[in-house]
């Protein structure tokens, strides 16, 4: 059974950056450690032994690792911020692979924008996400009908999604990070309209 410490992800389990899983651990395929839950990018400052919640996060991801690779194959998440694209690149760095998938989810593009961006050989691809989960979101990009999945527990259904994601690949606009920042939307305030 493979265990957190054989995979890349210890490094983030080590450094407290795994939060909130609904998943973190062996999947239904021999040598996978599965994780979903949220990837802390940068820490508010502690106060003595005060335990303080991320600043921000990849939230919603998606991912495995392997015990015999030191990268992430694949990686879906959620950005509330196009602009935490950057620190997500350096927070993973050691791990991505230019042969990975790599799939985010943001808060503030465009609804009709999809982007390729790359950061050296690593390429990401950003879709808009409107008031839906990355769950619901990456199941209808793959084209998933739920109830193929329903009778899968967590960890097979991470593994039947994350397979299907796996060498995603789609021929939109190509920019640039810094272009990103330019046209990045304001963020949008995810508890509007919704009930008290």
């Known amino acids: 059974m493979t265990t957190i410490e054989q995979t890349p992800l210890a ?4 450094e407290g950056r795994l939060f909130n899983a609904v998943l973190k ?3 239904t395929k ?7 839950g949220d990837i802390a990018l940068k820490f508010q ?6 335990k303080r919640p991320p600043d921000f996060s990849i939230e919603q991801v998606l991912t495995f690792a392997e ?3 030191a990268k992430l194959p694949v990686l879906v998440g959620y950005l509330h911020s196009f602009e935490y694209l950057k620190p997500a690149v350096e927070v993973l760095a050691d791990m991505l692979d230019p042969q990975g ?3 985010f989810f943001c808060n503030n593009i465009d609804l009709r924008a999809q982007y390729k961006v790359t950061f050296g050989d690593i390429t990401f691809y950003v879709l808009p996400c409107d008031e839906s989960t ?3 979101e990456t199941l209808e990009l793959m084209g998933i009908d739920k109830n193929d ?4 527990n967590t960890a097979g259904k991470t593994d039947f999604v994350l397979d299907a994601v796996k060498g995603f690949a789609n021929g939109y606009t190509e920019i640039s990070y810094e272009k990103g920042l330019e046209i990045m939307e304001p963020v949008r305030n995810r508890n509007e309209n919704r009930p008290v």
């Open 11 to 14: 490094r983030l389990e080590s």
């Open 25 to 27: 651990g062996p999947t």
């Open 30 to 36: 021999d040598g996978r450690f599965g994780f979903r």
């Open 45 to 50: 400052e502690q106060v003595a032994d005060e």
């Open 67 to 69: 015990a015999s690779s």
């Open 101 to 103: 998938t790599y799939l």
């Open 134 to 136: 990355v769950w619901k």
């Open 149 to 152: 999945i329903k009778k899968l």
